[in-house]
């Protein structure tokens, strides 16, 4: 079996977040793994050119990393037992890339995240990162459907 010495575990803060959480720190504990939690926030460089903000967009994904690190904070804090260590990190990009590049920069060898369950035409819109990152992940990644 392979040795799960790092384990990163994505969240978005959604309803299902705390629980994957729960797990994914679980999991850690059985295989005295450590553990990070990662948040990406969205670049929007590449959106630039669609809209104009009213604030410049530089002074707004400053804003949304310091609101993001302040959330995960809290949400460590709400979601996790005493005790369990961790190491939280705030990231931007593109998210799917983001999560790969940043699992393949830092040794990680098991992903664990949850699908969301997209269909139709929410798939096409949206896309999904679990998606992406399964099919690129440098580590095996367990994707979790919350709604089972």
């Not at 929007?44 to 310091?66: A, N």
């Not at 593109?94 to 999560?99: K, P, S």
């Amino acid at each position: 079996m392979k040795d799960f010495r790092k384990i990163m575990v994505p969240v978005d803060f959604s309803e299902n977040a705390p629980q994957l959480l729960r797990d994914a720190a679980d999991l850690a504990e059985k295989f005295d793994a450590s553990l990070t939690v990662v948040f990406v926030v969205q670049s929007f460089e590449d959106y630039s050119g669609f809209f104009v903000p009213h604030i410049p967009i530089v002074q707004f994904e400053e804003d949304l990393l310091r609101g993001a690190s302040e959330k995960m904070t809290k949400f460590l804090a709400e979601n996790l037992k005493p005790g369990i260590s961790y190491e939280q990190k705030i990231l931007q990009g593109d998210v799917a890339e983001t999560l790969v590049e940043y699992a393949a920069s830092n040794d990680i060898s098991l992903i664990i995240m949850t699908t969301h369950g997209y269909k139709g035409l929410e798939k096409v819109l949206f896309g999904s990162v679990a998606e992406r990152v399964v099919k690129t992940a440098p580590c095996p990644v367990l994707t979790i459907n919350p709604y089972k």
